[in-house]
């Protein structure tokens, strides 16, 4: 595809909401996305020259309804469709013509998709040899793709399709010009790249692109800053657990961050919490709270302490986790409180998933671990409340005891 710079070109778009535009103005507004001449457009006008068979436009045009004469009712729609164009200032020509059974857009009005502008480009770039052009035409097909491929119709098997595929095209044109970006160290352009792929594709490990570029550019404040927000982000606000991927790499990098020159003083002033922050539990992200596990596990050995970990799940009337829904983020709220007036300052807390939280307790035993389970119930439960917490324990095994029984 050549790109096109005139006005009277008809401009479609594919990525988020569907929309064509004729000379600035839009001739299918947002409301009218879901309809016979909307699904008849997106077809027509994403399969370009090859066109769309007959049966398959009808099968899309009305499903499994009962009509009994379906080329008249395809013919219908064809005809007020083109009636809608022509009403909406194009050029008063065939729009949509049949060859064979196959409907095709016609070729007398150009025509701008921004996919297939992303499939021209990523095209163009495999087979450029020069660098620097390659880098430039993979960058451009990467910011083609601004939201997911017909984002309110992925129920349709077309389009679910296409979705997939565009996926993995934006995939690897990022991957491309990263690997690009990074033998002409231009880590500039590798932040924005990275940036930019995370708020269109969210947890697909973008981030790491991000991180990468924040310590090749030695902002190393920013990059700290960086990898404790996007933790906070899986963690926290998603309920998810990042892929291993995206941990391994964010902690090799975040490895690497480096400090400048200082006393030892002012690096333990440094360490040193303040005292508004020390009240309750160790409210720590996932990261922190492994490492604190395995080094208790550790310093067991030597301390002859014991040690357990506990899982405190949100669940419903019936006892089921909860697991979704506004009520369940008031609950995980209340039940992350209840846990920290609970718990003792030595005790380490983290927010697991939506409605769960692991609990470190230091130097306890099983029966003080049921003590606590009542207090935090007295803190979470109010009134006549139906919801409650599910809690499971077990002990922490030292880990030589670990290797021994390996």
């Known amino acids: ?34 309809t016979q001449f909307a699904y008849l457009m997106q077809l027509l006008l994403h399969s370009r020259e090859a ?11 009305f499903g499994d309804r009962d009509i009994s004469d379906l080329r008249h009712a395809t013919r219908t729609v064809i005809y007020n469709a083109k009636k809608k164009l022509r009403a909406a200032g194009l050029p008063d020509v065939n729009y949509i013509e049949q060859r064979d059974g196959i409907y095709c857009w016609t070729s007398e009005i ?16 495999e087979e450029e040899k020069d660098p620097d052009e390659k880098l430039s035409l993979y960058l451009r097909a990467c910011y083609c793709y601004t939201a997911e491929f017909l984002e309110r ?24 010009a990263v690997q690009l970006l990074r033998v002409t160290q231009d880590y500039i352009q590798m932040e924005e790249l990275g940036l930019y792929a995370a708020k269109v594709q969210p947890l697909a490990d973008w981030e790491a692109v991000t991180m990468e570029a924040l310590i090749s550019l030695g902002r190393d404040e920013d990059a700290r800053k960086f990898y404790d ?4 982000l899986y963690f926290q606000e998603q309920g998810l657990r990042p892929s291993d991927r995206l941990m391994e790499l964010l902690n090799k990098l975040g490895s690497q961050l480096g400090h400048q020159y200082a006393v030892l003083d002012d690096i333990q002033e440094n ?38 970990l506990m899982l405190c799940t949100v669940v419903d009337s019936k006892g089921n986790p909860m697991k979704d829904g506004p009520m369940l983020e008031e609950l995980s709220q209340r039940l992350r409180e209840a846990i920290q007036r609970s718990v003792r300052c030595g005790d380490a807390v983290n927010k697991y998933g939506k409605g769960q939280y692991l609990v470190l307790l230091v130097n306890t035993t099983r029966e003080n671990c049921k003590i606590l389970q009542r207090r ?18 077990n002990s922490v095994i030292c880990t030589s005891d670990r290797e021994r029984v390996v």
């Open 271 to 308: 360490l040193r919490e303040n005292a508004e922050s020390a009240q309750g539990g160790y409210f720590c992200s996932y990261p922190i709270f492994q490492g604190i596990y395995r080094m208790v596990a550790r310093m067991m050995e030597r301390g002859g302490q014991s040690v357990y």
């Open 1 to 34: 595809m050549e790109n096109y710079e005139g006005n009277d070109a008809l401009y479609v778009r594919m990525f988020g909401d569907f929309s064509i535009t004729w000379n600035g103005k839009q001739i299918l507004g947002r409301k009218s996305a879901e």
């Open 51 to 61: 066109g769309i068979q007959r049966s398959q436009l009808e099968q899309i045009l």
């Open 110 to 125: 150009p025509l701008v998709e921004d996919a297939a502008e992303m499939d021209w480009l990523y095209q163009e770039a």
């Open 376 to 393: 935090i119930n007295y803190h979470f439960i109010v009134g006549r409340q139906r919801t409650g917490i599910q809690y499971y324990v």
């Open 153 to 176: 119709q992925t129920g349709t098997v077309w389009v679910a399709q296409e979705a997939r595929r565009y996926r993995a095209l934006f995939c690897e044109c990022v991957e491309k």
């Open 229 to 232: 927000d996007t933790v906070e």
